[in-house]
């Protein structure tokens, strides 16, 4: 139910009410009012009417004594007495009309009672005043004893007797009616009143189950939504007015729960991204940083490594140019050592070149669709040692450089065949989704420590240290390198012979990463 609909409801009953209980009180008044009037009229009629009978008593009794004693004052007393009787006649008619008018016709029967009586007095008085003290006696009082007797004891004394009785009857019955009337409109007044407190009663029940109940439920759902709670919606309670609020305080609260989890959402998406944006970032200034240190360490390795031949080219020189050498043998020696120092130093720079290309993303390739066994033999043509080949993969086809593949290939075998021992294996095998070429040797193999470091520029493990064979420290670097730049990796395992093999995959979904690619467009 709608809250303008109760109100319009309880106030139609209020009005209604109040109207009601206002036109009984004016009703009541109204007829008080005419009670009291008509009660008031009984009683001067009542009175009158005894009045009247005390005057017709004394006229009767003047007229008694006139006839007895004489009339001592020429019948002044007996005109004064008809006047009165008059006066009262007319005052009880006055009166009758009152009545008539406030009543209705039932009344008309006082008037006739009252024109008999008026009628009665008259023939009385006219009688009486036409006797003489002569005519009583002469009668022997016959006359006035019948007079007396049946006149007026009996028809006067019933006629005025019957008026008083039935004004004393009007006047109880007036009084009982009025007191009737009042009770009635007492039980109407109460019974009024107590309908208007069953109303107020009800509209009081109302206003709490209707209207305060839900207010208070809307207060606390609103203050709870003020602390950013939007979890719960607000009950609908109360009229439709106020379940319409509740339900779009409701709907906004879910509203407002959704934007929240969209903006929490995308707050941790926006931190998400931003740490993601930093760690590239740091990356960046590592890669940054790491480039800048290789670059100085190559510069550093690169003077270092170097150093040597340059001052063994240079020596030599200065002992060719001094010309101290007489011997043709001696001289060719010098410009041997001076060549083998000018190939050692061009193949160091060549193998620094390469490993800075890698680095800086410039390695170029020329990959093609070939069998890698090709590749193999290519490196078996060109390796002093012999190999054993192990083909242990169905598919053996693979997208490289055959030029850099082989390069790698032969850096692998020299250094199994210079720090490891002679009985050298190339073994190819599927391994998952990469196509995998292990070179395994029968050496020593490498520490730990060793196999951590070992694609490191320049790094030089224990054996090699123990090995009179002088190297440059890049060949495991550039085979890291070239694997890479294929998509593929290098690692170092300890061999099942107890030597080390290097374990060289290319993966089949991707045989160049997409800077290689790039390069190589």
Same mark, same amino acid.
């Given at each position: 139910?709608?809250?303008?609909?109760?109100?319009?409801? @309880?106030?139609?009953?209020?009005?209604?009410?109040?109207?009601?209980?206002?036109?009984?009180?004016?009703?009541?008044?109204?007829?008080?009012?005419?009670?009291?009037?008509?009660?008031?009229?009984? @009683?001067?009629?009542?009175? %009158?009417?005894?009045?009247?009978?005390? &005057?017709?008593?004394?006229?009767?009794?003047?007229?008694?004594?006139?006839?007895?004693?004489?009339?001592?004052?020429?019948?002044?007393?007996?005109?004064?007495?008809?006047?009165?009787?008059?006066?009262?006649?007319?005052?009880?008619?006055?009166?009758?009309?009152?009545?008539?008018?406030?009543?209705?016709?039932?009344?008309? #029967? %006082?008037?006739?009672?009252?024109?008999?009586?008026?009628?009665?007095?008259?023939?009385?008085?006219?009688?009486?005043?036409?006797?003489?003290?002569?005519?009583?006696?002469?009668?022997?009082?016959?006359?006035?004893?019948?007079?007396?007797?049946?006149?007026?004891?009996?028809?006067?004394?019933?006629?005025?007797?019957?008026?008083?009785?039935? %004004?004393?009857?009007?006047?109880?019955?007036?009084?009982?009616?009025?007191?009737?009337?009042?009770?009635?409109?007492?039980?109407?007044?109460?019974?009024?009143?107590?309908?208007?407190?069953?109303?107020?009663?009800?509209?009081?029940?109302? @206003? !709490?189950?209707?209207?305060?109940? $839900?207010?208070?439920?809307?207060?606390?759902?609103?203050?709870? @939504?003020?602390?950013?709670?939007?979890?719960?919606?607000?009950?609908?309670?109360?009229?439709?007015?106020?379940?319409?609020?509740?339900?779009?305080?409701?709907?906004?609260?879910?509203?407002?729960?959704?934007?929240?989890?969209?903006?929490?959402?995308?707050?941790?998406?926006?931190?998400?991204?931003?740490?993601?944006?930093?760690?590239?970032?740091?990356?960046?200034?590592?890669?940054?940083?790491?480039?800048?240190?290789?670059?100085?360490?190559?510069?550093?390795?690169?003077?270092?490594?170097?150093?040597?031949?340059?001052?063994?080219?240079?020596?030599?020189?200065?002992?060719?140019?001094?010309?101290?050498?007489?011997?043709?043998?001696?001289?060719?020696?010098?410009?041997?050592?001076?060549?083998?120092?000018?190939?050692?130093?061009?193949?160091?720079?060549?193998?620094?070149?390469?490993?800075?290309?890698?680095? !800086?993303?410039?390695?170029?390739?020329?990959?093609?669709?070939?069998?890698?066994?090709?590749?193999?033999?290519?490196?078996?043509?060109?390796?002093?040692? $012999?190999?054993?080949?192990?083909? #242990?993969? &169905?598919?053996?086809?693979?997208?490289?450089?055959?030029?850099?593949?082989?390069?790698?290939?032969?850096?692998?075998?020299?250094?199994?065949?210079?720090?490891?021992?002679?009985?050298?294996?190339?073994?190819?095998?599927?391994?998952?989704?990469?196509?995998?070429?292990?070179?395994?040797?029968?050496?020593?193999?490498?520490?730990?420590?060793?196999?951590?470091? !070992?694609?490191?520029?320049?790094?030089?493990?224990?054996?090699?240290?123990?090995?009179?064979?002088?190297?440059?420290?890049?060949?495991?670097?550039?085979?890291?390198?070239?694997?890479?730049?294929?998509?593929?990796?290098?690692?170092?395992?300890?061999?099942?012979?107890?030597?080390?093999?290097?374990?060289?995959?290319?993966?089949?979904? &991707?045989?160049?990463?997409?800077?290689?690619?790039?390069?190589?467009?």
């Amino acid at each position: 139910m709608r809250l303008t609909t109760l109100f319009v409801f @309880y106030a139609g009953i209020f009005v209604i009410l109040i109207t009601g209980l206002t036109a009984v009180t004016l009703s009541n008044l109204k007829q008080s009012q005419r009670w009291d009037e008509r009660t008031e009229l009984a @009683y001067a009629s009542l009175e %009158e009417h005894l009045l009247l009978q005390s &005057k017709v008593f004394q006229l009767l009794k003047q007229h008694g004594d006139a006839l007895i004693i004489g009339d001592l004052d020429g019948g002044a007393l007996e005109e004064e007495l008809n006047e009165k009787i008059k006066g009262s006649i007319s005052r009880i008619r006055t009166i009758i009309a009152s009545e008539i008018e406030l009543v209705g016709e039932e009344e008309y #029967e %006082e008037l006739e009672l009252l024109a008999q009586i008026e009628s009665k007095i008259a023939e009385v008085d006219g009688v009486l005043a036409r006797l003489t003290p002569e005519d009583a006696d002469a009668a022997d009082g016959d006359v006035l004893v019948d007079l007396l007797d049946q006149t007026i004891d009996v028809e006067l004394a019933t006629l005025i007797q019957a008026a008083v009785e039935e %004004e004393r009857e009007e006047v109880r019955e007036t009084r009982a009616a009025a007191i009737a009337f009042r009770n009635e409109m007492t039980i109407v007044t109460w019974a009024t009143i107590a309908a208007a407190v069953v109303a107020l009663i009800g509209a009081l029940w109302s @206003y !709490a189950r209707l209207l305060h109940l $839900p207010f208070r439920n809307l207060i606390g759902a609103v203050k709870t @939504y003020g602390t950013g709670d939007f979890a719960k919606d607000v009950p609908k309670l109360g009229g439709q007015e106020l379940r319409e609020m509740s339900g779009v305080l409701s709907n906004m609260a879910a509203l407002l729960r959704q934007r929240e989890l969209d903006q929490r959402q995308q707050n941790e998406l926006l931190e998400r991204k931003v740490a993601e944006r930093t760690h590239e970032l740091e990356n960046l200034l590592h890669q940054i940083e790491m480039s800048e240190a290789n670059r100085r360490r190559m510069m550093a390795d690169i003077s270092h490594e170097l150093r040597t031949p340059l001052t063994i080219i240079r020596g030599e020189a200065d002992v060719a140019l001094r010309g101290t050498l007489r011997d043709p043998d001696a001289v060719s020696d010098t410009l041997a050592r001076i060549r083998d120092s000018a190939r050692h130093t061009s193949q160091i720079v060549d193998d620094m070149l390469l490993v800075a290309r890698h680095e !800086a993303g410039e390695l170029r390739l020329d990959p093609k669709d070939i069998d890698i066994r090709q590749v193999i033999t290519d490196a078996q043509d060109m390796f002093e040692a $012999p190999i054993k080949v192990v083909i #242990e993969a &169905k598919n053996t086809r693979a997208r490289v450089d055959r030029l850099r593949m082989r390069q790698c290939l032969l850096s692998v075998l020299h250094n199994a065949l210079r720090y490891g021992g002679p009985d050298i294996v190339i073994a190819v095998r599927d391994n998952s989704e990469s196509l995998e070429i292990a070179v395994s040797d029968n050496g020593p193999g490498m520490s730990d420590e060793d196999k951590a470091q !070992a694609f490191e520029r320049f790094y030089r493990g224990t054996n090699a240290s123990r090995t009179p064979t002088e190297g440059t420290g890049l060949g495991l670097p550039i085979v890291r390198a070239i694997m890479q730049a294929h998509g593929g990796t290098a690692s170092l395992v300890d061999a099942d012979a107890g030597g080390l093999c290097v374990v060289l995959s290319l993966s089949r979904k &991707k045989s160049l990463s997409l800077v290689d690619l790039k390069q190589t467009g």
